[in-house]
């Protein structure tokens, strides 16, 4: 696993923040210190992911291709941020609310849970906080400097992010449920397909030079399908 406490500044940062998280179903809290070492991306969320009527938010539950598990989310925005992370080929495991993060600010005790832990490939971690720019207040702010510091003292990688570009997310969330099992090509279909598609080109000048054609790939319906709703989604975004 990679990550450690680095640097003689954040060793503070190590006894003055607690990390509550779940195990076996049982709350704990311990500190930085004592827990970054923890497997953040398979523990159970802290909180439950509920909608109701008349509130701000929109929970659910998102199926990771990734993971081929649920991953629960508190807003379309986090929705989003979760089908693009399932789409990074550096992500290996994704966990929605890993743990409290406790600290005292000086005047009062703080508590805030990141959205998600994520797990890359080399055994790096990231903590991702979700929120459009134009919501951020000072509480948030604050929170996510918090944040930030505690990761940076156990070597993780914190980041905020905002609303995606629209007309790519709109084809994204299109796209994505072909990463669905049931979806599955032959490996040699889908890297020839790669190769071609590596720089930009029409989607059927691209399907006759792959040799395979369009139809072994995805059929030409849904190639014709692809296609249209490209443009309906980019007309969508721009309105």
Same mark, same amino acid.
């Given at each position: 696993?990679?990550?450690?406490?680095? =640097?003689?500044?954040?060793?503070?940062?190590?006894? /003055?923040?607690?990390? /509550?998280?779940?195990?076996?179903? !049982?709350?704990?809290?311990?500190?930085?210190?004592?827990?970054?070492?923890?497997?953040? @991306?398979? &523990?159970?969320?802290?909180?439950?992911?509920?909608?109701?009527? =008349?509130?701000?938010?929109?929970?659910?539950?998102?199926?990771?291709?990734?993971?081929?598990?649920?991953?629960?989310?508190?807003?379309?925005? @986090?929705?989003?941020?979760?089908?693009?992370?399932?789409?990074?080929?550096?992500? &290996?495991?994704?966990?929605?609310?890993?743990?409290?993060?406790?600290?005292?600010?000086? !005047?009062?005790?703080?508590?805030?849970?990141?959205?998600?832990?994520?797990?890359?490939?080399?055994?790096?971690?990231?903590?991702?906080?979700?929120? /459009?720019?134009?919501?951020?207040?000072?509480? !948030?702010?604050?929170?996510?400097?918090? !944040?930030?510091?505690?990761?940076?003292? &156990?070597?993780?990688?914190?980041?905020?992010?905002?609303?995606?570009?629209?007309?790519?997310?709109?084809?994204?969330?299109?796209?994505?449920?072909?990463?669905?099992?049931?979806?599955?090509?032959?490996?040699?279909?889908?890297?020839?397909?790669?190769? &071609?598609?590596?720089?930009?080109?029409?989607?059927?000048?691209?399907?006759?030079?792959?040799? $395979?054609?369009?139809?072994?790939? $995805?059929?030409?319906?849904?190639?014709?399908?692809? /296609?249209?709703?490209?443009?309906?989604? $980019?007309?969508?975004?721009?309105?």
């Amino acid at each position: 696993m990679v990550g450690a406490p680095v =640097g003689v500044f954040e060793e503070a940062a190590l006894a /003055a923040f607690d990390l /509550a998280f779940s195990v076996d179903g !049982t709350l704990v809290r311990r500190s930085l210190g004592s827990s970054w070492d923890t497997p953040f @991306e398979a &523990v159970d969320p802290v909180r439950e992911f509920s909608w109701h009527k =008349g509130g701000q938010g929109f929970a659910g539950w998102y199926y990771a291709a990734t993971l081929r598990d649920h991953v629960g989310y508190e807003s379309w925005l @986090e929705r989003d941020r979760l089908i693009l992370l399932d789409r990074d080929p550096q992500v &290996v495991a994704i966990a929605s609310q890993p743990f409290w993060l406790h600290w005292h600010d000086g !005047t009062r005790k703080r508590r805030h849970a990141p959205d998600y832990f994520v797990r890359l490939a080399d055994g790096r971690a990231r903590v991702v906080d979700v929120r /459009a720019a134009d919501e951020m207040d000072e509480a !948030t702010r604050e929170a996510f400097e918090a !944040t930030e510091h505690a990761c940076r003292a &156990v070597g993780w990688k914190f980041e905020w992010v905002a609303r995606p570009e629209p007309v790519f997310m709109a084809n994204i969330r299109w796209l994505y449920r072909y990463r669905r099992a049931r979806c599955g090509r032959p490996v040699a279909v889908a890297d020839r397909l790669r190769e &071609v598609f590596r720089e930009p080109m029409g989607l059927w000048e691209g399907a006759g030079l792959s040799e $395979t054609g369009w139809r072994s790939c $995805t059929g030409s319906h849904q190639a014709s399908n692809l /296609a249209r709703h490209r443009g309906r989604a $980019t007309d969508r975004a721009r309105r």
